[in-house]
């Protein structure tokens, strides 16, 4: 049997932010229960706003870049702040171009939300309007959630939780949804 894929994505553009850092902890567990993952750096990775004139011309080398990951992935995982009590426009933004036609790229994909901010509501604003978006461009949000609140708290200068609780729900997710992508 071969590995599950993961796609896995920061909304965040910071480099070395919180949601960075949280992505991070799950990787290592995907990769950990056998996963090949391929993680998207929004940033790196610069893709334009979305335009449907831009599109109507071909579409840009990110997007096509980006859309052959989403083809390839079986799984996607994210890991997003809450910018206005919302999703980041970068992060929006990429969806919005994978899932163009042709194709429905997220169709059926297993998708695992995840998000940290320093306040005390830990994207609890944010996460409804991406399951509300994922869904609707086909992919199966799964229900479990994690809400990572006080983030500045939360992490040791080296990355990882100074609360085993906390790791142990990054760790939940991502199991089940290892165990969901493989079937």
Known sequence: MSAPRILAIAGSLRTG????????LGVEKARALGADVDVVDLKTLNVPLYDGDVEAQGLPPSVVALRERVAKAQGILIS???????????????????SRAPGRLFQGKWTAIMGASPGNFGTARMQPHLRQVMSSVGALVL??????????????PEGRFKDDARQQEVEALVTELVQRVKG
């Open 143 to 156: 229900p479990t959630q994690v809400h990572l609140a006080r983030a500045a708290e939360a992490f040791t």
């Open 80 to 98: 997003s702040p809450e910018y206005n009590s919302s999703i980041p426009g970068g992060l929006k933004n990429a969806i919005d171009w994978a």
């Open 17 to 24: 932010g919180f949601n960075q850092k949280l992505l991070a």
